[in-house]
Structures are given as structure tokens and as C-alpha cells.
């Protein structure tokens, strides 16, 4: 079985420009969880998806965004970018919904803002 | 007081020797118990996962987990050299706002030198 799949794998962008990462879960997951990775922060939690609507939501603010197909692939969307935005951009999918269920994570999307 | 914490390391152990990486929490909810692996510039891979009091073994890994004194550990027996990497230690309270959010310490780095 194909593991979750993020594209791009890098990216350069400028402040105040917007970006969107895809995020393809394993086949047959319908959970997607998105996470931001920063040395300094670690992971924190974006939000969580499951059947195309939004069920979580971490402590960001509303610049980020995403959304849910459904065929389970799923977009997240950073607006206005800013320089602390750089980071690693994790998306994990799980058979089920609840949280409480084994998250497999893609390999990411290394966003760098200047 | 962090939700997750974790000694950030490094640990450092020979060859063959058992590592020992312990994990607090703070949400006496909690019901899920993960740890994954990271290697540098690498996604985070998951490598146990422990829902009940007690240990579960898998190969040369052990989880351990104690609910009343809010630990879980990890014991990595017969270290290898491949086993040094950031470990994280990730927990989930189940159920309503926790949908699909792990909330993750900082990690703790393994180094195993020959």
C-alpha cells in the first residue's frame, strides 16, 4: 500500500504571498491531520479532517485554512505569508476518525518565507 | 507546565546497551499513546502505540505505560547505531474537540555509538 503523499516537497515564497500544500492519504484513510513542525515550537497541531468537513482545529490563526475532498485528498492553504510561517508542513492520515487511532505522516512540505 | 513533556537529550548510549526515554503527561484524559521515530530531515515514523496500563512489546521495543502516574516510556533493546533519532512521545485525549490531534513533547535525542 502507497503511504501518504505531500506535494510540493519544497517550497520559496515571499511574505505576503499564499501558498497551497496537497496531501494524499493512504488508501482507504479518510482522517486527514495537518501539523506544523519548528525547532522551536516542535509539532503543533493545524487541524483535522474527516469526510470532507473540518472536526478540529488547532490554535492558529485564520490564515490557515483547508479542505477536504472526497476522495479523501486534502488541501491546506497558508494566506499572507509571513517570515515565522517557515517550517515543516506534516500531513498524517488514520483509518478512523477520533485521534485515537495510529497517524501515519507523509514525508512533508518544507516551506521557506523570505 | 508543557502538556507533553520529554528529556530533550541527548541520550547517549553503547551499542547494545538498552535506552531508556520517558514521556509525561499532564491531561489525565488521555487515553492514546504514541511513539515515533525522526530521523534528521526526515518525517516522523510511528513505532508503538499503547492504549492500556502496562507494557507492550514489539521486537526489540517496549512501551510501557502507568495512567495513575501519567508516564509512558520506551525501551529500545539491543541498541543499534540505526536507532539514533529524535524519539517523540505523542498523546491524544479521544473524542470531541481532540479529533484527530496528537499533541506531541518536544522529543528526546537517541545518539548509539559503537
Known amino acids: 500500500k502507497a503511504g501518504v503523499t505531500q506535494t510540493p516537497r519544497y517550497l520559496i515564497k515571499t511574505r505576503g504571498q499564499q501558498v497551497t500544500l496537497s496531501c494524499s492519504p493512504i488508501?482507504?484513510?479518510?482522517?486527514v491531520s495537518w501539523y506544523q513542525q519548528t525547532p522551536g515550537q516542535g509539532l503543533q497541531f493545524l487541524f483535522e479532517?474527516?469526510?470532507?468537513?473540518?472536526?478540529n482545529k488547532g490554535n492558529f490563526p485564520g490564515r490557515f485554512s483547508g479542505r477536504q475532498f472526497s476522495n479523501s485528498r486534502s488541501e491546506m492553504n497558508v494566506s499572507t505569508l509571513e517570515l515565522g510561517d517557515s517550517a515543516l508542513y506534516l500531513c498524517?492520515?488514520?483509518?478512523?476518525?477520533?485521534?485515537?487511532?495510529?497517524?501515519?505522516f507523509g514525508p512533508g512540505t518544507r516551506l521557506t518565507v523570505l | 507546565q508543557k502538556e507533553v513533556e520529554q528529556n530533550s537529550g541527548p541520550l547517549s548510549v553503547p551499542e547494545g546497551a538498552i535506552a531508556s526515554l520517558n514521556c509525561t503527561y499532564s491531561d489525565r484524559g488521555s487515553q492514546s499513546f504514541f511513539w515515533y521515530r525522526q530521523y534528521s530531515g526526515k518525517s516522523p515514523e510511528l513505532i508503538m502505540f499503547?492504549?492500556?496500563?502496562g507494557d507492550k512489546e514489539d521486537g526489540r521495543f517496549t512501551a510501557q505505560l502507568n495512567k495513575a502516574s501519567q508516564y509512558v516510556s520506551l525501551l529500545i533493546r539491543d541498541s543499534q547505531p540505526s536507532d539514533s533519532a529524535t524519539y517523540l512521545c505523542a498523546v491524544n485525549r479521544a473524542g470531541g474537540t481532540s479529533y484527530g490531534k496528537l499533541t506531541f513533547g518536544q522529543g528526546t535525542i537517541l545518539t548509539v555509538h559503537p
Open positions: 499503547i492504549y492500556s496500563n
Open positions: 479532517y474527516f469526510s470532507e468537513t473540518q472536526r
Open positions: 488508501s482507504g484513510h479518510r482522517s
Open positions: 498524517a492520515s488514520s483509518f478512523l476518525a477520533g485521534g485515537g487511532n495510529e497517524q501515519f
